[in-house]
C-alpha cells in the first residue's frame, strides 16, 4: 500500500521568495502531523491535524508559516518570505486514529534550502 | 515539561557485535508512549516499536529488544548481531498529551555506523 508522499522532495528558494510543501498522507488517516527536522537535530513538532481541523499550530516558527488541511486529506505547509533559517527537512506524518492510539507514519520529507 | 536525551551522537561497531542506544527520558505525566524510529540515508522515518508507560515488558523482535525502566526513564534499544544494514540514526521519541495532540518529543538521535 502507498505510504505518506511529499512533494517536492527538494526545493531551492531565494530569500523571500514563498513556498508551498505538499503532503499526502495514508488513505483514511485521520490525524496530521508536520515536523520540522534541522540538519543533525531530531524532528521538531510544527502543527497537528485532526481530519481539517487544525487543533494545535503552537510550533509553528513565526507567522510566516501556514498550514492547512481543507478536505481532511492532503495537507500543504506554506512558508512566506522565506528565511536563511528556514533551511530544513520539513516531515509530514499521518495516523490512523485519533492520539494516542496509533503510531505516526512518516513520509520521506521535503529538503529546504534557502539561498 | 517532557524531555528526550539520548547521550550517544554517534556509535561504530564490527559488524556481528551487539549494540545497544541509550534513551533517557523525562515527564510528569503517568500515562505516556515511547517511541523508537529508524532513519536510514534515505530520510524516511521508520516506526520501530511503541510501548505504553503501564506495560513494563521488554519486547524482543528478531535481532532487536527493547528494555524499559521506568524506575530509572530509560528506553534502551538493542540490536544483536549488527549487520551493516543496521547503519542509521535512531531516534527515540515521547509523545506529549498536552493539548490531547499526542505530538512527538524526540531526542536528538544516535548515529551508528556499522563497519563491514
Given at each position: 500500500g502507498a505510504g505518506v508522499s511529499q512533494s517536492?522532495?527538494?526545493k531551492v528558494a531565494?530569500?523571500?521568495q514563498d513556498v508551498a510543501l505538499r503532503c499526502d498522507p495514508i488513505s483514511g488517516h485521520v490525524s496530521l502531523f508536520w515536523y520540522q527536522q534541522?540538519?543533525?537535530q531530531g524532528p521538531e513538532f510544527l502543527t497537528y491535524f485532526q481530519n481539517e481541523a487544525q487543533l494545535d499550530k503552537s510550533g509553528l516558527p513565526s507567522d510566516r508559516f501556514f498550514a492547512e488541511r481543507p478536505e481532511g486529506s492532503v495537507?500543504?505547509?506554506k512558508i512566506q518570505r522565506t528565511q536563511q533559517e528556514d533551511s530544513a527537512v520539513y516531515l509530514c506524518a499521518s495516523s490512523l486514529a485519533r492520539p494516542p492510539f496509533n503510531e505516526q507514519f512518516f513520509g520521506p520529507g521535503t529538503r529546504l534550502t534557502v539561498l | 515539561a517532557q524531555k528526550v536525551t539520548q547521550a550517544q551522537t554517534e556509535i561504530s561497531v564490527v559488524e556481528k557485535e551487539d549494540v545497544t542506544l541509550d534513551c533517557v527520558y523525562e515527564t510528569r505525566d503517568t500515562t505516556y508512549y515511547l517511541f523508537w524510529y529508524k532513519q536510514p540515508p534515505s530520510g524516511e522515518l521508520v516506526f520501530l516499536i511503541r510501548r505504553n508507560s503501564f506495560d513494563e515488558q521488554n519486547e524482543i523482535s528478531?535481532?532487536?529488544?527493547?528494555n524499559f525502566q521506568k524506575s530509572t526513564s530509560s528506553f534502551n534499544f538493542t540490536i544483536t548481531a549488527s549487520q551493516v544494514v543496521d547503519s542509521a540514526v535512531y531516534f527515540c521519541a515521547l509523545s506529549d498529551p498536552t493539548s490531547g495532540t499526542y505530538?512527538?518529543?524526540f531526542g536528538t538521535g544516535t548515529r551508528l555506523k556499522v563497519l563491514a
Open positions: 517536492p522532495r527538494y531565494k530569500r523571500g534541522a540538519l543533525g495537507s500543504t505547509l | 528478531g535481532r532487536y529488544s527493547w505530538k512527538y518529543i
